[in-house]
T-cell receptor, first 110, second 114 residues
Framework: QQPVQSPQAVILREGEDAVINCSSSKALYSVHWYRQKHGEAPVFLMI?????EQKGHEKISASFNEKKQQSSLYLTASQLSYSGTYFC???????????FGKGTLLTVNP | DVKVTQSSRYLVKRTGEKVFLECVQDMDHENMFWYRQDPGLGLRLIYF???????EKGDIPEGYSVSREKKERFSLILESASTNQTSMYLC?????????????FGEGSRLTVL
């Protein structure tokens, strides 16, 4: 079942913060985050494995609340290079496959 | 540098044609995937393979088949292309680690079916 991402799109000015949410109706054991810049392949950001665990990548961090079945991605002091579409992915029926959300388009303007 | 290579960046085919999309990875990964990406729908899994000659259906397998004869190569086949298969197709690979691991994606193949 496809996880639900919100918001669908967000526009920021450089230096502003943003939060992207990912939620599932099924129990979550891990959440993956990817970023895809325009015209490029999606690139892995991080995997969150445990409840409440946080990880960071550049000035991007994330939390995972397995009880609430959701994860949030935090982008702090956004840079122009953060622009792109962010996808969360959750493991499906198989151990190996990921089911992705529809994505959140983040635009950072000067 | 790890690499997933898709043979064609852009293809234009006619309705009813048979289409082959090829993907090669050089990381000795066990798992390979084909996703389809459409605006507003995100990345949807078509098929995946966790070993040579092994395959499993993803979320939208209808109208597609796959082949994995060698570990490094995973092909997506459209037996009879239709206009609703016009899309961006992304191949990915990952290592087996008991759980869904980091996916490495190719640059994508944009298919237009006329």
């Amino acid at each position: 079942q496809q996880p639900v991402q919100s918001p669908q799109a967000v526009i920021l000015r450089e230096g502003e913060d943003a939060v992207i949410n990912c939620s599932s109706s099924k129990a979550l054991y891990s959440v993956h985050w990817y970023r895809q810049k325009h015209g490029e392949a999606p690139v892995f950001l991080m995997i969150l494995l445990k409840g409440g665990e946080q990880k960071g990548h550049e000035k991007i961090s994330a939390s995972f609340n397995e009880k609430k079945q959701q994860s949030s991605l935090y982008l702090t002091a956004s840079q122009l290079s953060y622009s792109g579409t962010y996808f969360c992915g959750t493991p499906g029926g198989s151990n190996y496959k990921l089911t992705f959300g529809k994505g959140t388009l983040l635009t950072v303007n000067p | 540098d790890v690499k997933v290579t898709q043979s064609s960046r852009y293809l234009v085919k006619r309705t009813g044609e048979k289409v082959f999309l090829e993907c090669v990875q050089d990381m000795d990964h066990e798992n390979m995937f084909w996703y389809r990406q459409d605006p507003g729908l995100g990345l949807r899994l078509i098929y995946f393979s966790y070993d040579v000659k092994m395959k499993e259906k993803g979320d939208i397998p209808e109208g597609y088949s796959v082949s994995r004869e060698k570990k490094e190569r995973f092909s997506l086949i459209l037996e009879s292309a239709s206009t609703n298969q016009t899309s961006m197709y992304l191949c990915a690979s990952s290592r087996t680690s008991g759980r869904a691991g980091e996916l490495f994606f190719g640059e994508g193949s944009r298919l237009t079916v006329l």
